[in-house]
């Protein structure tokens, strides 16, 4: 009996340690981009507003965002009395969870990717579309009106600009006939497709700001109007998971859309590959990091009424005539 165990826990053992060791190798990166993907916004943000920003903790305010994600997880949970306890302890953790289980299929180059499913974009729409689940019920289980108001608002926001990114991803799926992200960013050899798209790549890129709940965009968080919308009733560890959630959606989506419409990992210039590919598509991402934080540094916050005309009344019809454009196009080509 305990050779037979002893066999069977290796057996498991051997089976799931190659699986941690990617999970891992994917997560701990994601986490430190996070982590400094809020110094620097900070530090951005202060220097536009003439200010230093965070500049005490470690050198330069190196290690702020390290004391910041210490104090939050030593700080005390405090769960409403009226809360549906279980479902408002689960929110946050699903919501972490599925922003991770986006990066499996992230390719970093050609062969650097977790799992290389054919049905990759399918899976990611699926994965981003679930991330309302979270969102919903943590603002129906805090009990509270301006928690419940803002996940209504956050629901809506992602549900409208979520029917223009899948038309978006549509004119991409006609032009490389395949669902696959490697093979996506392969069809992007001779010319990336942010040239031939254009529309598309800045009606992509308005609707992931909208998607990500990110300034302009960020009515379900309005301060002035929600204190802090779904997410109010939250502190210490269940802010935090909620906090390096949405981070870590911005940096999917900005992958995203380094892959769909700037060649991914490929270098820019042809035949100078000397560089690593992950190196090309770690810049490409922070390019477009940049300037998610400089559209929160400049530009004023839209009315929840304007929100929802631009993604109902303007994205939804260009997005549907370009579809038509682009397919014709390939019908006749």
């Known amino acids: 009996m305990y050779f037979f ?6 057996y498991i053992f051997n089976l799931l340690y190659p699986i941690i060791l990617k999970f891992l190798v994917i997560i701990v990166p994601v986490l430190l981009s996070v982590a400094f993907f809020t ?3 900070r530090k951005l943000i202060g220097y536009i507003q003439k ?7 470690g050198f330069g305010g190196i290690l702020q965002p390290m004391a910041d994600g210490l104090k939050l997880f030593l700080k005390e949970p405090i769960i409403p009395g ?12 699903i919501t972490l969870f599925l922003s991770f289980l986006g990066w499996m299929i992230i390719p ?3 062969n650097l990717v977790f799992s290389n499913l054919n049905l990759g974009i399918l899976y990611l729409f699926a994965i981003s579309s679930l991330g309302v689940y979270g969102i919903i019920m943590a603002g129906w289980s805090s009990n509270s009106k301006y928690a419940f108001l803002g996940a209504l608002r956050s629901t809506a926001q992602m549900v409208s600009y979520e029917v223009s990114i899948g038309i978006i991803l549509m004119c991409v799926l006609l032009m490389t006939e395949s669902l696959n992200l490697t093979k996506i960013v392969l069809a992007q050899e001779s010319i990336w497709f942010c040239i031939p798209f254009w529309p598309m790549c800045i009606l992509f890129f308005i609707s992931i700001v909208a998607e990500t709940n990110r300034h302009p965009f960020d009515l379900p968080e309005a301060e002035a109007e929600l204190v802090s919308g779904y997410n109010v009733e939250y502190s210490s560890v269940g802010f935090a998971f909620f906090f390096i959630g ?3 959606n911005i940096i999917l989506m900005s992958a995203l859309m380094v892959i769909l419409f700037f060649g991914g990992w490929l270098s820019p210039i042809n035949n100078f590959d000397l560089l690593p590919s992950y190196f090309w598509f770690s810049i490409k991402i922070f390019i477009f990091i940049f300037l998610f934080i400089l559209i929160r540094a400049g530009l004023p916050r839209y009315r929840y009424d304007q929100l929802m005309r631009l993604g109902w009344k303007i994205f939804l019809p260009i997005s549907l005539g370009l579809l038509i454009f682009y397919s014709s196009l390939v019908l006749i080509i």
């Open 5 to 10: 165990n002893k066999v069977f826990f290796n």
């Open 39 to 41: 110094l620097f916004e």
């Open 51 to 57: 200010r230093r920003g965070p500049n005490l903790v």
């Open 82 to 93: 009226n809360a549906n306890r279980y479902i408002y302890l689960f929110a946050p953790i």
């Open 108 to 110: 970093f180059g050609k």
């Open 246 to 248: 949405e981070y870590a």
